[in-house]
């Protein structure tokens, strides 16, 4: 373990909203750890969360937002989605240790992380998540050309058609959006992993120099055909809904709704634009989609589960007892769910 004095650093357990979301801002984290996402969430769902650092020398070296979970109501999880943020790798074992004990004597059982940082070498053996990251230092011009050659035809074709994208703050937008999503995920089975509220909440106070929401909207001749729905934290951008109505699927809305995006986050000095994950197998429909972007697959690690206070198995013993009494719950991940 390294030579890691703490009387070299100091906890911080109540980070204000514009502490932490400057220093995620600053230090390349995820709109995911932010207040601004927290705050959202709590609004539309009630859930707690807590706002952590490490500091040393009054800068952060270790920076966690967490959601307090529970499993049968009464045992506490610590859920740490797309955190904790590390910057100080060196003594990066012991400050994950050390944070792990002061969850532990909060009364805390388990912790569920999923930090978002870049795999370079990934084995066989460890779990992993995988996205495409669009690379924005590069100039426009090779962003274009990196595109796929009927990525760039469909691009144009939709802007002769007359397709208009813009960005909207508009509630009424914003509905209509989130119905097409809805409709698209009924249809396809699959979770959301929002609702209308979280939307609203993010959306307001659109103007936040460190951390905001931006919707992009498509419109053909009136209609509110799809939209894309991101987050700005920083230099990097993330794409975290979209959805197109299947009437005018064939007006290559998709592909001009992301390069409107690009364009954007050009615009605003951004550096990355994460497009917030692809299957393991890497080609479903969505896969493809986001692949035509020029951007590289990258690996990040898989939900990682921490048992604080009793064992591992006894752990998962647990959860898969509570999911068995809880049938709407098909899968663990979504106790963690965003």
Request: with cysteine; hydrophobic share 40%.
């Amino acid at each position: 373990m390294p030579d890691f004095k703490k009387e070299n650093y100091k906890w911080d357990e109540n980070l204000t909203e514009d502490e932490l979301d400057h220093f995620l801002s600053k230090y390349h984290g995820h709109p995911l750890q932010s207040a601004k996402w927290g705050n959202s969430k709590k609004l539309s769902t009630g859930i707690k969360d807590h706002r952590w650092a490490a500091l040393k020398n009054g800068l952060p070296v270790f920076i966690a937002r967490f959601e307090e979970r529970s499993i049968f109501k009464f045992f506490k999880v610590a859920w740490c989605p797309k955190g904790p943020l590390v910057i100080d790798k060196v003594n990066e074992s012991t400050l994950h240790e050390e944070f792990l004990q002061r969850l532990k004597k909060k009364g805390f059982i388990i912790c569920a992380t999923n930090p978002w940082e870049k795999i370079e070498l990934v084995s066989q053996s460890r779990s992993v998540f995988y996205t495409v990251w669009v690379d924005l230092t590069l100039q426009k011009e090779k962003l274009w050309e990196n595109l796929h050659k009927k990525c760039r035809s469909d691009i144009k074709r939709a802007k002769k058609l007359g397709v208009v994208i813009e960005k909207s703050e508009s509630l009424d937008d914003l509905r209509s959006f989130y119905k097409i999503c809805e409709s698209i995920s009924k249809s396809k089975g699959f979770n959301l992993g929002s609702s209308l509220q979280l939307m609203m909440n993010l959306i307001s106070n659109l103007h936040q120099e460190h951390v905001e929401s931006s919707l992009f909207v498509a419109r053909y001749e009136g209609n509110l055909c799809g939209g894309a729905f991101i987050m700005r934290c920083g230099k990097s951008i993330h794409y975290l809904w979209g959805g197109v109505n299947r009437e005018f699927s064939h007006l290559c809305i998709g592909e001009a709704l992301q390069w409107e995006i690009i364009e954007w986050g050009l615009s605003k000095n951004c550096t990355k634009y994460d497009l917030e994950g692809i299957s393991a197998k890497q080609n479903g429909g969505v896969d493809k989609f986001k692949k035509k972007f020029g951007g590289s697959v990258i690996a990040y690690p898989a939900v990682q589960i921490y048992p604080l206070k009793i064992g591992r198995k006894i752990i998962l013993f647990m959860m898969k007892i509570y999911l068995i009494l809880q049938p709407k719950i098909s899968r663990y991940k979504k106790i963690f769910i965003r």
